[in-house]
């Protein structure tokens, strides 16, 4: 029985495919994330990369409310690795967790880690300090509840008048307005020793003229209009060119005399520069500017440009780093090369649309009842009214009152109508005397039948009315899932800041399957509706000309002269 309803969970896509986990038995589920580091020349060491979950990635229904149960395995599938949970939505169906995987390099062409979840009693071992490099020596991820402070184990407190962005980059951002955010002089940030500053920008208008990053006279990051200058005591690099109202990624390296400058992973400028002082002075970030800001860092060492190209590239909105398996199970829904696109939408599918297509299914399966057991009854009528109305046509006078003897015919309507007649004859009909019907007596014979008549047309079109409102509020059903799930999408994309066409895309795609969904019962609908209101019209017509003809017969032969 167990077996039976898994089957059936299965192909209604109500339930996701369980398996066992390789690497815990209590965790049911698991996702297999691949790597594709093609881009990167050089082996990185415990980079952290962002895993973005969304309602085309992961059902969300087959997880704890916080996400709890989440675990990252290694490659080998066995060692756990450490993650954070920046943000977990299970309402809208949106998570962004920061994973420190052991190695990224081109050279792995299978490289990849595995998430498990599906374990209710599971608690989280999320951990935001630990997966933190030695090198990093301010970290600002701008949450609203730890808006001014650091994340790294420097823990930093900074000041300023910033406000946060629910729909950030990663998480929330921070909004500035022109007055800066000012990070306190620290030891630990010291160029001669090597030093690397990044971060993600969104200016909210260009041309502008502000300084994204500033230390008196030592070292002054600053755009002028769209372009970056870097300026190391007296020495300026310039490069890169801004866009407006777009997320761009920004650093700049110092190491042995030599300047980086870098935009969205890509070197723009660089030169030789003279050594500066860090420590003693305090840090200006976006003094003059407008716009959003987000993952400040700050390291101690000068990071490379593969290092560069793989922040920039894993943590973008539109990251192709990493890649979820599409369906649920170890190895996804790609076996063959080819997406399992219907397990996709089905996962995708938002509560409203999943209620809008339960109510469709019923009422399809009510349309399909109705049409069966319609053609079934037409069917039936049709066959019987064709026996009995050639006994009829054949009958002479003597037999024209006889034929309800031996009669076998259970859906003849013509022999209804007949016999209802017939019952009325028979009334008026005295024992020893010779049937003589005056004209008032046909006329209630007439009224007799014609009652009947309205019965049996009644008795043929009912339950037609279910086919009309399944033609007519099919399509309407599945357009408000259609709507409603658009709506949710679009909201809970906003709440997030994940504008990427992977988080878009399936969300929409799933909606557009509750018209889907309404079209499918309103066609076969449509079509079985007139087909059977035809075959109805028909046996309704037949009806009319077998009284006519009943009543003008009797008439004739039982009238009074």
Same mark, same amino acid.
């Given at each position: 029985?167990?077996?039976?309803?898994?089957?059936?969970?299965?192909?209604?896509?109500?339930?996701?495919?369980?398996? #066992?986990?390789?690497? &815990?038995?209590?965790?049911?589920? +698991?996702?297999?994330?691949?790597?594709?580091?093609?881009?990167?020349? !050089?082996?990185?060491?415990?980079?952290?990369?962002?895993?973005?979950?969304?309602?085309?990635?992961?059902?969300?229904?087959?997880? &704890?409310?916080?996400?709890?149960?989440?675990?990252?395995?290694?490659?080998?599938?066995?060692?756990?690795?450490?993650?954070?949970?920046?943000?977990?939505?299970?309402?809208?169906?949106?998570?962004?967790?920061?994973?420190?995987?052991?190695?990224?390099?081109?050279?792995?062409?299978?490289?990849?880690?595995?998430?498990?979840?599906?374990?209710?009693?599971?608690?989280?071992?999320?951990?935001?300090?630990?997966?933190?490099?030695?090198?990093?020596?301010?970290?600002? !991820?701008?949450?609203?509840?730890?808006?001014?402070?650091?994340?790294?184990?420097?823990?930093? #407190?900074?000041?300023?008048?910033?406000?946060?962005?629910?729909?950030?980059?990663?998480?929330?951002?921070?909004?500035?307005?022109?007055?800066?955010?000012?990070?306190?002089?620290?030891?630990?940030?010291?160029?001669?020793?090597?030093?690397?500053?990044?971060?993600?920008?969104?200016?909210?208008?260009?041309?502008?003229?502000?300084?994204?990053?500033?230390?008196?006279?030592?070292?002054?990051?600053?755009?002028?209009?769209?372009?970056? &200058?870097?300026?190391?005591?007296? @020495?300026?690099?310039?490069?890169?060119?801004? $866009?407006?109202?777009?997320?761009?990624?920004?650093?700049?390296?110092?190491?042995?005399?030599?300047?980086?400058?870098?935009?969205?992973?890509?070197?723009?400028?660089?030169?030789?520069?003279?050594?500066?002082?860090?420590?003693?002075?305090?840090?200006?970030?976006?003094?003059?500017?407008?716009?959003?800001?987000?993952?400040?860092?700050?390291?101690?060492?000068?990071?490379?440009?593969?290092?560069?190209?793989?922040?920039?590239?894993?943590?973008?909105?539109?990251?192709?780093? #990493? $890649?979820?398996?599409?369906?649920?199970?170890?190895?996804?829904?790609?076996?063959?090369?080819?997406?399992?696109?219907?397990?996709?939408?089905?996962?995708?599918?938002?509560?409203?649309?999943?209620?809008?297509?339960?109510?469709?299914?019923?009422?399809?399966?009510?349309?399909?009842?109705?049409?069966?057991?319609?053609?079934?009854?037409?069917?039936?009528?049709?066959?019987?009214?064709? $026996?009995?109305?050639?006994?009829?046509?054949?009958?002479?006078?003597?037999?024209?009152?006889?034929?309800?003897?031996?009669?076998?015919?259970?859906?003849?309507?013509?022999?209804?109508?007949?016999?209802?007649?017939? +019952?009325?004859?028979?009334?008026?009909?005295?024992?020893?005397? $010779?049937?003589?019907?005056?004209?008032?007596?046909?006329?209630?014979?007439?009224?007799?039948?014609?009652?009947?008549?309205?019965?049996?047309? !009644?008795?043929?079109?009912?339950?037609?009315?279910?086919?009309?409102?399944?033609?007519?509020?099919?399509?309407?059903?599945?357009? #408000?899932?259609?709507?409603?799930?658009?709506?949710?999408?679009?909201?809970?994309?906003?709440?997030?800041?994940?504008?990427?066409?992977?988080?878009?895309?399936?969300?929409?795609?799933?909606?557009?399957?509750?018209?889907?969904?309404?079209?499918? @019962?309103?066609?076969?609908?449509?079509?079985?509706?007139?087909?059977?209101?035809? +075959?109805?019209?028909?046996?309704?017509?037949?009806?009319?000309?077998?009284?006519?003809?009943?009543?003008? +017969?009797?008439?004739?032969?039982?009238?009074?002269?």
């Amino acid at each position: 029985m167990k077996k039976l309803l898994v089957i059936l969970s299965l192909l209604m896509g109500i339930f996701p495919l369980s398996v #066992l986990a390789e690497w &815990n038995e209590e965790w049911s589920q +698991r996702k297999k994330i691949s790597i594709n580091a093609a881009s990167i020349t !050089q082996a990185i060491t415990q980079p952290s990369v962002v895993v973005r979950l969304h309602s085309g990635n992961f059902d969300f229904t087959s997880v &704890n409310v916080d996400g709890s149960d989440l675990r990252f395995i290694a490659q080998d599938d066995k060692t756990e690795l450490k993650y954070f949970v920046e943000k977990f939505d299970a309402v809208n169906e949106l998570a962004i967790i920061w994973v420190q995987v052991p190695q990224i390099s081109s050279a792995d062409k299978d490289a990849h880690f595995w998430l498990y979840y599906g374990n209710e009693n599971a608690t989280s071992s999320a951990n935001p300090k630990i997966m933190l490099d030695s090198h990093l020596v301010a970290k600002f !991820q701008f949450s609203e509840k730890a808006l001014l402070q650091d994340s790294s184990p420097s823990g930093i #407190l900074a000041s300023g008048k910033i406000t946060a962005q629910k729909a950030g980059l990663i998480g929330e951002s921070a909004i500035l307005t022109g007055e800066s955010l000012v990070i306190p002089a620290n030891a630990a940030i010291n160029a001669s020793a090597g030093f690397t500053w990044s971060a993600w920008i969104k200016p909210s208008a260009l041309p502008q003229t502000a300084s994204l990053y500033s230390q008196e006279k030592n070292v002054d990051l600053s755009v002028a209009a769209q372009t970056l &200058n870097l300026k190391i005591a007296d @020495v300026v690099i310039t490069g890169g060119e801004l $866009k407006a109202a777009a997320w761009q990624h920004i650093a700049f390296t110092l190491n042995a005399g030599k300047a980086v400058l870098y935009l969205n992973g890509t070197e723009v400028a660089k030169g030789d520069v003279p050594t500066v002082d860090t420590t003693t002075t305090d840090i200006k970030i976006g003094e003059g500017f407008t716009g959003e800001v987000d993952e400040l860092e700050i390291a101690n060492i000068a990071r490379s440009a593969d290092f560069v190209r793989l922040i920039a590239s894993s943590e973008s909105v539109d990251s192709q780093l #990493l $890649k979820i398996a599409e369906g649920e199970g170890d190895e996804g829904a790609e076996e063959e090369g080819e997406a399992n696109y219907l397990a996709i939408l089905i996962n995708s599918l938002t509560i409203d649309a999943k209620i809008v297509i339960a109510i469709l299914a019923v009422m399809f399966a009510i349309s399909v009842w109705v049409m069966w057991s319609k053609a079934m009854l037409v069917s039936r009528t049709d066959k019987d009214n064709k $026996k009995f109305l050639a006994r009829f046509q054949k009958a002479n006078a003597d037999d024209l009152l006889e034929l309800d003897k031996g009669a076998k015919y259970p859906y003849s309507n013509l022999f209804k109508l007949y016999d209802a007649g017939l +019952r009325e004859i028979k009334k008026r009909q005295h024992e020893g005397e $010779k049937l003589s019907l005056s004209g008032a007596s046909m006329d209630a014979i007439k009224a007799a039948i014609d009652a009947d008549l309205v019965r049996e047309t !009644q008795r043929q079109n009912a339950g037609m009315v279910l086919l009309t409102i399944a033609i007519s509020g099919g399509p309407f059903l599945g357009l #408000l899932g259609t709507v409603v799930g658009v709506m949710i999408t679009f909201a809970a994309i906003a709440a997030a800041g994940d504008v990427n066409v992977n988080a878009i895309a399936p969300g929409i795609a799933a909606a557009l399957l509750a018209t889907v969904a309404g079209l499918a @019962v309103a066609i076969p609908a449509l079509f079985g509706y007139n087909y059977l209101a035809s +075959r109805i019209k028909n046996i309704t017509i037949a009806m009319q000309i077998f009284v006519d003809e009943f009543v003008t +017969r009797s008439a004739e032969l039982f009238g009074k002269e």
